[in-house]
């Protein structure tokens, strides 16, 4: 190894998920970074007067070095598994409406804007921004159903730095006469072009790639499901993100749509767009059917819980623990705008709330709350698993690519987390920043070891 080939390091507590039962918190740890971007080194344990032996050891001596402080660690950035990019602007509006009405007087008539490319073009950055702020490294983007809108969106994640997937919605029919697509071909022929454009982007897909996106089955017939269905076959690898049993008002209106079904799960099957490659956003009400079909077809589960207890029809509590016990792929997606924030740290918070309720309503016994450690293993490496990149990223394992986030707790930020006291333990300052941290705390972002955001 060279000396050209590493080029930063960083010495202080590093923390990550091992598994959803143990959050490896290591102190002393040093963490070497090379010039791709992937984790050369993680060693624990090393005395400060070793750092630069070890680095030495390393061929790393000429490398830049972050030295933290009490107060300070590393972990992996967050991963948002469902967001609505073209839902910035009208976040938190709605309040308490049902799915389809909050659809109907809410989001169709901001995300029609996105017809104008110079509305794309003034809001996405904004989007980005303030992402990558909250310590996102990584989203799994709706767009509009707008074809050139989407390719801006995929331009500024691109540009600014941020890894994602990004989808043209696909919605030709039940939606608003001025926010439809023209026809399922148009539906299709945009969708195929934004494909074209994002692959052009980034051939290999190591920070962008196309996901195929039909809104739901409300907004889309046979014939678009068994197209967009058609595309999926050509694209073994280009993952599929759509809703998903997210509330009765949503399910019934579905079944009438398609009565030949009994359930969600055989229809998305039925046109080739359930497997291991699928993100579905929800799955609040599922059947004891479903849930086992999902498990059997390794697809992976969007749990937004900010929009499920506060847009969509009640207070929806998602079985997260049953999916988490089965060893189902599980996720957090803040859901903005349905979620009124897109801070990650209230997903988290809100997961612990969630299951608070789904244990009250069940079993009463404790058995079906989700544990802090569940909660940072869905943000980080399971989130990763959910979207396709969990091989490359989530964790420190030697040889991932760099995606993480600097926290500092301390009072030089000035935020108003629980202050940092000198009994506190490495797990009380990781609980501290979870539970009443804010993006005030997050210093600096890092995908693929490049510097995207710093404050």
């Not at 950055?125 to 809108?149: F, Q």
């Not at 993100?241 to 039925?270: G, I, R, V």
């Not at 956003?281 to 589960?301: F, K, S, W």
């Not at 989700?370 to 490359?392: Q, R």
Request: with cysteine; glycine share 8%; charged share 20%.
């Amino acid at each position: 190894m060279s000396n050209s080939s590493i080029i930063q390091a960083f010495y202080g507590t590093v923390i990550h998920s091992k598994s959803l039962k143990e959050i490896a918190i290591l102190e002393n740890a040093l963490l070497v970074i090379d010039s791709s971007g992937s984790i050369a080194a993680l060693e624990v344990s090393v005395e400060r007067e070793k750092v630069s032996e070890r680095l030495e050891a390393l061929n790393a001596s000429e490398c830049h070095l972050t030295e933290l402080e009490e107060g300070q660690f590393i972990m992996p950035g967050f991963v948002d598994t469902h967001n609505h990019a073209p839902q910035w602007l009208h976040r938190g509006q709605g309040q308490g409406l049902q799915i389809l009405e909050w659809l109907n007087q809410v989001a169709f008539l901001n995300e029609s804007l996105f017809k104008d490319p110079n509305h794309a073009r003034r809001v996405y950055p904004m989007v980005v921004k303030g992402m990558l702020r909250s310590g996102v490294t990584t989203a799994s983007y709706y767009g509009s159903l707008h074809g050139e809108a989407t390719k801006i969106l995929a331009d500024v994640c691109l540009e600014m730095g941020q890894r994602a997937l990004v989808g043209k919605c696909n919605m030709a029919r039940n939606a608003a006469d001025f926010y439809v697509d023209a026809s399922v071909e148009e539906s299709l022929q945009v969708t195929r072009d934004c494909i074209n454009h994002i692959k052009a982007l980034d051939p290999k897909g190591e920070l962008l790639r196309h996901v195929l996106t039909p809104r739901f089955a409300i907004c889309c017939d046979e014939s678009l499901l068994g197209g967009l269905g058609e595309i999926a076959k050509e694209y073994p690898d280009m993952p599929i993100q759509t809703h998903f049993d997210e509330s009765e008002q949503e399910k019934n209106f579905t079944m009438t749509l398609f009565p030949q079904f009994t359930n969600e799960a055989d229809l998305y099957e039925k046109f080739g767009l359930l497997n291991e490659r699928s993100i579905l956003a929800h799955c609040t009400i599922m059947t004891p059917y479903e849930t086992q079909r999902l498990q059997d077809l390794n697809c992976g589960v969007a749990h937004c819980p900010t929009s499920n207890m506060t847009v969509g029809g009640g207070f929806m509590a998602a079985h997260i623990k049953d999916f988490l016990n089965r060893g189902m792929k599980v996720g957090l997606g803040t859901d903005s705008g349905g979620g009124y924030s897109i801070s990650m740290l209230n997903a988290m918070r809100h997961s612990l709330i969630n299951s608070f309720a789904r244990d009250f309503l069940d079993k009463r016994d404790g058995s079906d709350t989700v544990t802090l450690e569940e909660a940072f293993h869905m943000a980080t490496i399971g989130g990763a698993h959910v979207v396709g990149f969990g091989n490359e990223v989530g964790d420190f394992q030697t040889g991932k690519q760099f995606d993480a986030i600097l926290v500092d707790i301390t009072s030089s930020r000035n935020g108003v987390n629980a202050p940092l006291e000198d009994v506190d333990s490495l797990r009380t300052m990781l609980e501290k920043f979870i539970m009443t941290g804010d993006d005030r705390n997050i210093a600096h972002v890092y995908v693929r070891g490049r510097l995207v955001h710093s404050c």
